[in-house]
């Protein structure tokens, strides 16, 4: 799929960790070793804001299952979701996508309706890559490495909040995505990444400003 797609020149990132692109071939980016976020900017289609708004006001909605890229792929996601076609042909893209930047032969797929933060504090992850897309709600927040300072992750915090664990250096920023866009967070697991994991979090949500998030790793 990324041979397929059309090649623009990458959007300009004031951050070299960070690369905001505006095409899914530009994603190749987080291969660089300097690179541990790719963020692909995207505005969604009116049906698959449709359908998302659909999905997200069901309280109880979350589908999990393992994908096989390709035509395995093309079934499982429909199969899950009649109700969103145009969702699954989205996930299902996105699935390949991943399977091709990893080599991976089987993604692990998390669809859901989220009301709480899942990981509410800044971290890194132990995978490889992980694919996050919002489709309802805010996104996921991310930090440059220029912004972090990594002694205050984790534990070493000693529970206080991000703003004041010491983890946010002095005037660094907290970026976060668009409802839309696709980001790419390159893990501890990554070969030869250890110490450099993409840091990141969860956005607070509530009951009342619930978020629609796909998640996918490769297994």
């Known amino acids: 799929m990324l041979a397929e797609c059309s090649t623009s020149s990458r959007l300009p990132s004031s951050r070299a960790s960070v690369q905001i692109v505006d095409s899914v071939s530009q994603l190749e980016a987080i291969f660089e070793p300097s690179v541990n976020v790719v963020v692909l900017r995207r505005a969604l289609p009116h049906t698959l804001k449709e359908e998302a708004a659909q999905l997200v006001s069901d309280p109880g909605f979350r589908k999990l ?102 983890l946010l250096r002095s005037g660094g920023v907290i970026q976060s995505a668009q409802p839309g866009d696709i980001v790419l967070l390159k893990g501890e697991a990554w070969p030869e990444n250890v110490g450099g994991g993409a840091v990141h979090r969860s956005p607070a949500v509530t009951d009342a400003t619930p978020r629609l998030v796909m998640t996918l790793d490769p297994l």
């Open 65 to 166: 299952l393992t994908a096989v890229p390709g035509s395995a792929a093309q079934e499982a996601l429909p199969a899950a979701l009649t109700t969103a076609p145009g969702l699954a042909e989205d996930l299902t893209s996105w699935v390949d996508v991943l399977a091709e930047l990893t080599g991976s032969e089987r993604i692990g797929v998390r669809f859901a309706r989220v009301n709480t933060a899942m990981c509410p504090r800044l971290h890194v992850d132990r995978v490889t890559l992980r694919v996050v897309g919002t489709y309802v709600g805010a996104g996921t927040e991310y930090l440059s490495n220029d912004d972090v300072d990594r002694r205050w992750l984790g534990h070493a915090a000693r529970g206080a909040p991000d703003h004041l664990s010491g």
